[in-house]
Structure formats: structure tokens, C-alpha cells
């Protein structure tokens, strides 16, 4: 399986960006898919993901700003990023778990860079 993130750049603060994640396969209702990020210094961390049920879940620092979506006729995941601020500056990961082995797969990371 592969993971293809794009749409990273350099924004603004209180400007927006959608990333998208392309996976190499149709993505299962086995898989979660999720969006984490990694910031100079600091761990990685939660962005955004779908839960084993189909809900949304977010990291505190992005609810209200981030929205997570895909298409599946796409095998595509979105992360929609609004509002943002220049501690959202990060290289942004598209995650793909297989749960039922509890294994994940990483995109190569698509840098996101918000001046203040």
C-alpha cells in the first residue's frame, strides 16, 4: 500500500489549505485512515482521523479548524485546514492502520508552512 499526500505549502496566518492523500488501493471499511502531523523538535502528533465506526475525531489544537473527509471512489482522504496558525507549521503525514494486524502505513509527509 502506498499513501500519496500533496497539497502543502506556504500560507498566511488565518488562511487555509486542503491536503490530500491518495492511497494506492480502494481503501477498506477495515482501514482507518487519519492525518498526523510533525512539527521541528516536537513528536508527532494527531491531526485528524476516521474512528473504526465511520465518525471524525481531532487533536484539541485543530477542532473547529480542521476538517477530515474522503471519497471513496477516489481512495482519497482530505484534510481540510482553516483558520490556520503558525504553530500548524509542520510536515503533514497521511496514516493508513490495518487494524485487524495493527499495522500502519505512512505517506511520505507534505510540508505546511504558516507565517505569521
Known amino acids: 500500500v502506498q499513501l500519496q499526500a500533496s497539497g502543502g505549502g506556504l500560507v498566511q496566518a488565518g488562511g487555509s489549505l486542503r491536503l490530500s492523500c491518495a492511497v494506492s488501493r480502494s481503501i477498506f471499511s477495515s482501514d482507518v485512515m487519519g492525518w498526523y502531523r510533525q512539527a521541528p523538535g516536537k513528536q508527532r502528533e494527531l491531526v485528524a482521523t476516521f474512528t473504526r465506526s465511520g465518525s471524525t475525531m481531532y487533536g484539541d489544537s485543530v477542532k473547529g479548524r480542521f476538517t477530515i473527509s474522503r471519497d471513496n471512489a477516489k481512495n482519497t482522504v482530505y484534510l481540510q485546514m482553516n483558520s490556520l496558525k503558525p504553530e500548524d507549521t509542520a510536515v503533514y503525514y497521511c496514516?493508513?492502520?490495518?487494524?485487524?494486524?495493527?499495522?500502519?502505513?505512512w505517506g511520505q509527509g507534505t510540508l505546511v508552512t504558516v507565517s505569521s
Open positions: 496514516n493508513l492502520r490495518q487494524v485487524y494486524r495493527n499495522y500502519d502505513y
